[in-house]
Each structure stands twice: as structure tokens, then as C-alpha cells.
């Protein structure tokens, strides 16, 4: 409707009022939240700690995260009963039941408190430096070696969302590596050392060979290492087998069907998805012998009138009101 009442300026003008309204909404309630977090502990009648409180987001996610891993370290263990029971110190006129010889099992709520005790426990001992900054936020996919080599297998993000085949050999391009070992129930035998699939040093005499994305008629200037020969298909890690790529063009030719490979003078050679060579400068599509005459008869066909007042809009050529036309377009939060 705006399009149709307003000139393109106006229309510029509300998306650009709209997005900062939203910007600032946002920020309001990041604040709000922030100003709301709280934790009271204080100590009730009969001597027991009670904990209340409320946590951001993120803060608490990392909270749960970490009573989750608490909880697994704290689970007990079902012994194993022998079918002697000479061994056991157990008296003829003593009961033979669960009681004997097993506690009962904690509660979920107690399994959560034992979990916040051992969290303050081992802070304590080890301190509380939680490491290196950078190590927190991290997207961290998960991929099954054979999905590398176009292989069976899957590839899915910590949150459970999965990635293709394609996307995982892209990010694996240039990402940093950790190899796991499972043995057939799914467990974890074995974790390597973590590597960067492009070392540093290698990174920047990319950066600097290249300057920027080879892909034609692009050159942005940042951009990541792409594996000509992928290093799961046996491609090394090397110099003359990178490109730089920014990360649309990475996605084109690991999942779009762009082909790349260096030539014998070492010129980079990339080709469309049918196969033919993309030139370096790419040249404007041919047109057809009456290109007017073709968009007219699409729009006919769409039922689209052109005429000299099409693009006119119906502004009646007074000032915009930017704050009413927000206010009448998005509906405030209640």
C-alpha cells in the first residue's frame, strides 16, 4: 500500500524508521532483562539454603548446561549382584531387599541440588577462570567422516538443526578440527587435538596472495579458504590448492554447482553449473531481437497495463509524517 501512495523515497524512509523502531524495542527489552536478573540464596528456619532467582538468557542456558553435566557426573551407578551372597555380610535374620544394599534413588529436584553443590564444589578447587573468551562462542557442527568424501552419514548442528552434505564439506573447508572416535553404541573412544584446517601463517599468505574473492567479477575483499581438491578427497593443505572466497561464492561452488580448478599457469579456471567456462570479466547475456516486444507480451500475459502513468504514485505531494505512518503500519507491544 505504501508502494502504491508514496514515492520510492518514502518508502525508503518507513523501512528505514521500522527497522530502527524495531532496533530500539529490542534494545529496550534486552535492557529490561538485564535490569531484571537477580539471585537471592538466604537461609531458611531449619538451616537449609534457599536459592531463587532469575537469569538472562544466555546466562542461563550456560546455568543448565552446566547442572546437565553435574547431573551425568553424579549419577549413580547400579551395582551389580552377585547370585553368591556368602560374600555379603548379610545375616540370616536380616532382611534380603533393595534397602540392604542400595540407597534409594535421588529425586530429579535432589539430583539438580546435588548437581548446584558439586558446581561450587569444583569452582572452588579449580578456580574460576572460565578460559579463553573466543571458546565460548563457537557453532560447533557435528559430521560423520564418509559425509566428507560424499559418503552416507549426517551433519547436525549442537541444537539438532542438520546441514547437507554440500554445507558441511564447505565449512569443514576452513574451520577448526577436532576428530572423535565412536566406538558401535555411539560412544566416544577417542578425541584428537584440535587443529585449524588452514593453519595461521598459510591463512595470511592466502589473504595476500589473493586480496580478496577470486570468484569473477566479485574481489570482496574478506573472504574464507576454499580447498580447490577438498582435503577429504585427499586434497592437500596447501598454497597452489587455495582460494579465496567470499562466503557467497563459497556456497556457489560447494552447493550451487560452480566448478573451480587451477590451470597449468596457475590461473584459477571457474565454471558455470552447465559447464561452460565463466570469463574473468563476464559479458552481458544476449539479448533477444525485440526485448521490448518480449516484456510486453509478458506483462499481457500477466495482465500488467503499461501506460505513462503506471509508476506514478498517488501522493498527493505533502510532507511524509514518519512517526504516524510507523505508528499506523506496526501495531505497538502491549
Not at 553435574?70 to 551389580?80: C, F, G, I, K, V
Not at 561464492?249 to 597449468?264: I, K, P, Q, S
Request: aromatic share 4%; with cysteine; proline share 7%.
Amino acid at each position: 500500500m505504501v508502494g502504491q501512495a508514496g514515492a520510492a523515497e518514502h518508502v525508503e524512509r518507513i523501512v528505514r524508521g521500522w527497522r530502527w523502531v524495531d532496533r530500539a524495542e529490542e534494545a529496550r527489552d534486552t535492557e529490561k532483562r538485564h535490569r531484571g536478573r537477580a539471585l537471592h540464596v538466604y537461609q531458611d528456619d531449619d538451616g537449609m539454603v534457599i536459592v531463587r532467582g532469575r537469569l538472562e538468557p544466555e546466562v542461563g542456558a550456560l546455568f543448565m548446561q552446566a547442572l546437565a553435566a553435574a547431573r551425568e557426573t553424579l549419577r549413580p551407578r547400579t551395582p551389580s549382584v552377585s547370585a553368591d551372597m556368602s560374600t555379603k555380610n548379610v545375616s540370616a535374620e536380616a532382611p534380603t531387599g533393595r534397602d540392604t544394599w542400595m540407597p534409594e534413588a535421588p529425586t530429579f529436584e535432589q539430583q539438580q541440588a546435588d548437581a548446584l553443590g558439586l558446581l561450587a564444589e569444583t569452582a572452588l578447587h579449580h578456580g574460576l577462570n572460565p578460559g579463553a573468551p573466543a571458546e565460548h562462542f563457537q557453532v560447533v557442527v557435528h559430521v560423520d567422516a564418509p559425509v566428507l568424501t560424499d559418503g552416507p552419514g549426517q551433519a547436525i548442528i549442537e541444537d539438532g538443526s542438520r546441514v547437507s552434505s554440500e554445507g558441511s564439506q564447505r565449512l569443514a573447508c576452513d574451520a577448526t578440527r577436532v576428530i572423535m572416535r565412536h566406538d558401535a553404541d555411539g560412544r566416544v573412544t577417542e578425541v584428537g587435538a584440535r587443529t585449524r584446517t588452514i593453519p595461521p601463517a598459510l591463512r595470511r599468505a592466502l589473504q595476500h596472495r589473493d586480496g580478496g574473492c577470486r570468484f569473477p567479477g566479485c574481489g570482496v575483499r574478506f573472504g574464507q579458504g576454499h580447498h580447490i581438491q577438498h582435503w577429504a578427497h585427499g586434497g592437500p593443505t596447501t598454497l597452489s590448492n587455495l582460494a579465496m572466497l567470499c562466503r557467497r561464492h563459497h556456497r556457489a561452488v560447494h552447493e550451487e554447482g560452480f566448478g573451480l580448478r587451477r590451470l597449468a599457469d596457475g590461473e584459477l579456471e571457474f565454471r558455470l553449473p552447465s559447464g561452460e567456462v565463466l570469463p574473468a570479466v563476464p559479458a552481458l547475456a544476449p539479448t533477444a531481437d525485440d526485448p521490448a516486444g518480449t516484456i510486453r507480451a509478458q506483462n499481457e500475459t500477466r495482465g500488467v497495463q503499461i501506460h505513462p502513468r503506471t509508476a506514478m504514485p498517488s501522493w498527493p505531494g505533502d510532507r511524509l509524517d514518519l512517526g504516524y505512518a510507523i505508528d499506523v503500519l506496526r501495531p505497538r507491544k502491549q
